[in-house]
């Protein structure tokens, strides 16, 4: 049992590694810390989705920035797309779950927002579909995924494509990622 919990622990610090290794995944995450920032600076909101864990993952990032991080600071405008489980499930029900975050993106945000999508294959179609009408919209796409990216790579402003193919290990490091941006907007926004 402890050879188990060992290796589980070495694979995700592999996982870490290569992205420590990654000069382009950092020089990614600090163009999405400039990114949120702006948009901040420029009265925008930030706006998550996810499935699943990824949507836990997204509600979470977006309790970062509306609540605290580190900081006792004001609130910033940051919301996971799916709390409204009435919008949801009429959605849902009432066209596709294909739909459920398109209708949003549609609906209330604007040119210069932010939408980060979160799906370990990159090929959630409600996630794809909601960040092409972000792109129609002229709202920057910030996508998490798994090695590969599905269709969320063509898609995305940014990507992160987290190198592993194992949804435990990507959603680690999904976090971590998310962990970094918001500290690194907290202390720039707030200097």
């Not at 699943?52 to 997204?58: E, F, N, V």
């Not at 294909?98 to 040119?111: F, Q, T």
């Not at 090695?147 to 898609?155: A, D, F, Q, R, V």
């Amino acid at each position: 049992m402890q050879e188990k919990i060992s290796t589980i622990i070495r694979a995700s610090i592999d996982v870490k590694q290569m992205l420590l290794a990654d000069a382009a995944m950092l020089e990614r995450i600090a163009a999405a810390v400039d990114l949120v920032t702006s948009a901040f600076q420029n009265g925008k909101r930030i706006y998550f989705c996810g499935n699943g864990g990824s949507a836990a993952d997204a509600q979470h990032l977006a309790a970062e920035f509306s609540g605290r991080f580190y900081k006792n600071r004001q609130a910033l405008p940051a919301e996971a797309l799916h709390c409204n489980t009435s919008y949801l499930t009429a959605v849902a029900n009432d066209y596709s779950y294909d739909d459920i975050y398109s209708r949003l993106v549609e609906g209330i945000m604007d040119g210069g927002d932010v939408l980060f999508g979160f799906s370990t294959s990159g090929n959630s179609a409600n996630i794809v579909k909601a960040f092409e009408s972000a792109r129609e919209k002229g709202v920057q796409t910030i996508g998490f995924t798994g090695s590969h990216g599905g269709k969320l790579k063509e898609t995305s402003d940014l990507l992160f494509n987290i190198p592993s193919d194992d949804t435990p290990r990507i959603q680690e490091s999904h976090i971590m990622v998310g962990h970094i941006i918001c500290q690194l907007v907290e202390e720039k926004y707030f200097q």
